[in-house]
Each structure stands twice: as C-alpha cells, then as structure tokens.
C-alpha cells in the first residue's frame, strides 16, 4: 500500500515531514513535490533502496540519477572537486531548477551514477522538497516519480497513477510550479554543456558560462553515455503523437489537414491545442485539450504532462500538435518535450 500524506505546499506538517524522512532514512521510497515536477526519493547511499527506485519506475540501470540536498555545502562530500563554475551556479540559481553534473567522489554508489564518473546534483527550492531534505538529513536521489517512459508527473495523482502500490509515501503538496524538469548542466565537460534543457535557460547560464554549449554539441561530449534524458523513449504520452513544426501560419492549416485526413480514415483524434487556435479547430468536431496561450509559456510548461496523461485517457488513436513559436526562456525546454513526444513513436 502506498499511503498519501497531504501536506501544504508552503507550510507543510512537520510531524508528516518527520514521518517521511523517517521512511527515507529506513530505505523507503518517498514520493514528493518539488518546483520542477515530484521525484521519487531514495537515501543516495543505500544500494538497495536505490535499487528498489529502479524497480519501481521499471528504468533501465544505464539512466543515472539526480541527487538532491538541502544545501550546496551537503554536495561537497558527493564530489571530486567543486569547480569554481559550480560555486559562481550555486550562487545565482540554487535553491532551483538547475542539476550540475561533476565528478563524483568515492562516497556515492554506482547504482546513483550508472557507473559514470559523474554524478548530478541539485538543490530544489520547494518548501516541501526543502523540507524533506533538511529533516531526513541524507543526499537523496530522486527521478521523476513516474513509469519510465511516461510523462513526469507533475501532481500526485500522477504518481499515484503510476506508482501506487510500488512506493512507500506520496507526499501530496498539489500540483507542481513549472512543470518541466531542471535545466541538467555538465560541469565535467570541456566546454560545459546543457544536457537537458529546462527553466535556466541558455541565455541565462551563458551570463555566467560564456563558453557554455547546448544540445547537439552536448551529445557528442558526452561520449561514454549520452544523458539518457535524451533517449527518445521519454517524456512520452501512450498515444502517438504529431508535432507540426513551423509558425502558426504554416503549422496550424497543417495540422487541420492531417487532422481532417486521419479523422476521414475513422482515426480517433485528439488535438492538444494553444488557447489561441481553439476557435479555429473547434468545426473539426474532435476533442481539444488546452494547453493554455501561446503567449504564456509558464502556463504551457506548468499544464504539457498533464495535457498529455489527458490525451491518453480519452482513449484517442493519435495527438495533434504544433511547435510553441513565442521567445521565451521557456520556450526551448517546451519545444524539446514536444519533440521527445513526437519522436517516441
Ligand atoms: O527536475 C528534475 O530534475 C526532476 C526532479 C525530481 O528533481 N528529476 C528528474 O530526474 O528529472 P530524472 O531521473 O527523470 O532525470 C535525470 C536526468 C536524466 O536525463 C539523466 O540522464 C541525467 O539527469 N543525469 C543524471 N546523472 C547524470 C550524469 N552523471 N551525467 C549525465 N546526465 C545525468
Ligand atoms: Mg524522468
């Protein structure tokens, strides 16, 4: 059984943050919120609980895990060395959205690492998170507390979706802020690279990492095993999904012809739409699922998981979607989920 405990996001129960971390601290799995989306916790130096992690999600052993702590002083002991680099990071973006992956020391297990000579760390900045942390006193790992392969969750309904009955504890603090997960930085690489991109946008780390390179660079440095954030399989809706790229002027009457086709070929269709369009798709008589104006990419960010476990349970036979075209610091990581959904099928 796995038991949920209801907490307020900023001001959680001590006695429910004591009871979670007693759970973490015994090798138990905790699910909890954090400002990206909830993680599955586990103590990072108990082998077998983070084996239990790898059971629970059914992820393969080659897809490392982040280490979370309450504070940039609790990573020091998880490291070789602490780079300038990481300091100057810290210092502008932790508590936050941003995972740092440096040489780990000797202290953390392979089972974190997937044998890597790096590990990936961060500080999260939600209370509950904070909370957590701070009273389990321990590194704890966590991956997004979803099945591989599946969206991240972003509320503990989808936790429970996936996981009930797997896992210890749901920590239940309501729905996540931003919706995608960190901004994941190699800081052992030469130049450093972003291997996943999230809300620490490029434009941002590049004011205090001039050299800093995104994406396509970052799959060729890292050569051993390239982040599996970027295996295709991930972040995916059951349902296939299709992305139609370009402006709104293009990719909108695109993806009204494709709908109509498939909808002809007695397709079930679902469209995942901007706020913007919806008046436009509406005579194609299909549902539409909101993703929120275009304009607001904060909304898209914090709404793209839980629109697309909606696709899915409407029982559709495939998704329909455009590129996000606003700039915005959001807008890459946004358009990079897209992507990975599209090109999971
Ligand atoms: O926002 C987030 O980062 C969430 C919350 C729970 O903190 N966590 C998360 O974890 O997204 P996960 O396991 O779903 O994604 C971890 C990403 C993967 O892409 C993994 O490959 C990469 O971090 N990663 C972990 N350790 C790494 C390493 N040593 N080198 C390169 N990439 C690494
Ligand atoms: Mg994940």
Known sequence: MTEVLRVDPAEPDPKLIAR????LRGGGLVAFPTETVYGLGADALNRQAIQRVFTAKERPANDPLIIHV???????PLVADVPRA???????????????????SSHVPDEVTAGLETVA?????????????ERAGIPVAAPSANLFSRPSPTRALHVLADLDGRIDIIVDGGPTNVGLESTVVALSSDPPAILRPG????DALRELLPSITAHDTAIRAD??????????????????????EGNRDTALPLMK???????????????????????????LGVPIVELGH???PATIAARLYSALRECDELGANVILVRSLTTVHPLSAAIQDRLRRAAHAQ
């Open 20 to 23: 979670a971390a007693e759970c």
């Open 70 to 76: 309450a504070a940039f002083d609790d990573m020091v």
């Open 86 to 104: 990481a300091r100057e990071l810290a210092a502008r973006f932790w508590p936050g959205p941003l995972t740092m992956v440096l040489r780990r």
């Open 121 to 133: 760390i961060r500080v999260p900045s939600h209370p509950v998170a904070r909370a957590l942390l």
């Open 199 to 202: 809300a620490i946008s490029l």
């Open 223 to 244: 050569v051993a095993v390239p982040s599996p954030g970027m295996l295709t399989k991930h972040y995916s809706p059951k349902t296939p999904l299709l992305l139609h």
């Open 257 to 283: 012809e494709s709908a109509r086709r498939l909808i002809e070929r007695g397709h079930y269709v679902v469209l995942l739409a901007y706020g913007e369009d919806v008046d436009e798709l509406r005579s």
């Open 294 to 296: 275009e304009n607001n």
